[in-house]
């Protein structure tokens, strides 16, 4: 899988306006033809647009740098210029784009298709025939074109996902992605094996479709920016649901389960007032079910061996539904 990249800073520049003409009409039986300069073409614009197929920013360690094209010169016979072209850039689902001097928030793009103008090209000069007066009857004036803006943006990217797997380092959270999707991640058993989110695609018996992401393990103080936390808190924030994903045979599985908790409602109310599910993983190797606790409803799984897993897709499914 791609390298997940999720903070860019780029340089977008705007195209010049093209240049007004100075011209006369020449013409056999028009012995005082009058100016006829055409105006120059728009400079072309930067325009980022959501592309739904992307999930990174990767791209943008490679390339930095976008222009647009100039605006064309202004012409006889009051012949505009050809305006400059725009210059698309593609982002993925999720991307903020912030003015990197000022630090201002400049669009939030969620939506395929999405677009917003970053960097407005220069308006083309005016020609000669615009400043025909009666009085001024052969102007010989035009103007130059606007010049073209550069700025730098930098772009953030929150994950945009249905449902986010959250636990602890090494509680099988890729491994369950795998059960639950078509996704294979990387799976070892050593913390900290993912180091950025999976995503896969469950689908439904009915043919919907959820993406589900499988976020980097968290640890106590996560809120504080210990471990990856601060970094993929963002991302769980866009998700509509969570599943907490806790290893059976730890010490004391309730324990983690809370300290996830508190992480959420530390970090942000909103994060922790998400719907949620939870899941003891690994009863391969806990022996017995963790005792239960009221109010606190839990699937016990084993996302190695496959046990509860498909229990635990219809309730998922079921949440999904109650909160569309």
């Known amino acids: 899988m791609s390298q997940f990249i999720d903070r860019a800073e780029i340089e977008v520049s705007s195209g010049r306006g093209g240049v007004g003409a100075i011209s006369f009409r020449r013409e056999k039986y028009v012995p005082k033809g009058g100016p006829d300069g055409g105006d120059g ?22 390339q930095r740098r976008f222009k647009a094209g100039d605006g064309g010169k202004g012409m006889g016979k009051q012949m505009f210029g050809a305006d400059g072209e725009d210059c698309l850039v593609l982002v993925p689902p999720g991307t903020l784009v912030y003015d990197a001097d000022s630090g201002e928030l400049i669009s939030d793009l969620i939506e395929a298709g999405q677009k917003v103008k970053t960097a407005a090209g220069g308006r083309g000069g005016k020609g000669n025939a615009r400043f025909a007066t009666a009085t001024m009857q052969t102007p010989r004036v035009a103007e130059q074109g606007e010049p073209g803006v550069t700025r730098r943006l930098r772009l953030e990217l929150k994950l945009l996902a249905d449902i986010g797997l959250v636990g602890y380092p090494n509680a099988g959270k890729s491994t369950l992605l795998s059960r639950l999707t078509e996704a294979r991640p990387k799976v070892a058993g050593y913390p900290f094996t993912t180091l950025s ?35 993929f808190l963002r991302h769980i924030e866009r998700t509509r649901m969570l599943v907490f994903v806790v290893d059976a045979s730890a010490k004391n599985p309730w324990q983690e389960f809370q300290v996830l908790r508190d992480e959420m409602e530390h970090f942000s109310r909103a994060l922790a007032e998400k719907p949620a599910l ?3 993983n690994k009863m391969d190797l806990a022996g017995k ?8 409803a839990a699937s016990h799984i084993s996302a190695l061996t496959g046990e509860g897993v498909e229990g635990l897709r219809r309730r998922i499914i079921e949440k ?4 569309a």
Not at 46 to 52: D, F, Q, R, S, Y
Not at 289 to 296: D, E, F, Q, R, W
């Open 41 to 62: 073409g728009k400079g072309g614009s930067v325009i980022l647009k959501v592309e739904a197929n992307l999930w990174t920013l990767r791209d943008f360690q490679y």
């Open 320 to 323: 999904m539904g109650r909160n």
């Open 278 to 280: 939870l899941a003891f």
């Open 289 to 296: 079910k963790p005792a239960s606790k009221k109010g606190v």
């Open 197 to 231: 989110p999976n995503l896969g695609v469950m689908m439904t018996d009915d043919f919907k479709s959820y993406t589900v992401a499988d976020m980097p393990g968290l640890i106590e103080g996560a809120h504080q920016g210990r471990g990856l936390g601060l970094t």
